[in-house]
């Protein structure tokens, strides 16, 4: 069974930073997609951004050119890096892992809140 545990959530100003991070354990298949998605306040989950094992990148257009998402395939982790951070990605963070064609598996979350 795998497990995503992310951390590095918390509260900053706008503009600031915040790296967060996941850690995966588990039996893990090399050929794998991690990354973040986030929810909003009220709102449903949505893409920010993944990778793939072997280094494909995919980002959400409100976080192009803010977020930098990277990985550790030895240490099984996955790391997003949020700069310029705006009231707008206040939201609950999560880590996923996915194989091709399989639901995938979720973290339990990490709030980051952005105050104005």
Do not use: H
């Not at 795998?2 to 893990?28: D, K, M, P, Y």
């Not at 298949?29 to 709102?43: E, F, L, S």
């Not at 976080?63 to 990605?89: H, Y």
């Amino acid at each position: 069974q795998v497990q995503l545990v992310e951390s590095g959530g918390g509260l900053v100003q706008s503009g600031e930073s915040l790296r967060l991070s996941c850690s995966a354990s588990g039996n893990i298949y090399r050929i794998n997609t991690m990354g973040w998605y986030r929810q909003p306040p009220g709102k449903e989950r949505e893409l920010v951004a993944t990778m793939t094992n072997v280094g494909n990148t995919n980002y959400a257009d409100p976080v192009k050119g803010r977020f930098t998402i990277s990985r550790d395939n030895a240490k099984k982790m996955v790391f997003l890096q949020m700069n310029s951070l705006k009231p707008e990605d206040t939201a609950v963070y999560y880590c996923s892992l996915k194989y091709p064609a399989s639901p995938g598996y979720w973290g339990r979350g990490t709030q980051v809140t952005v105050s104005a």
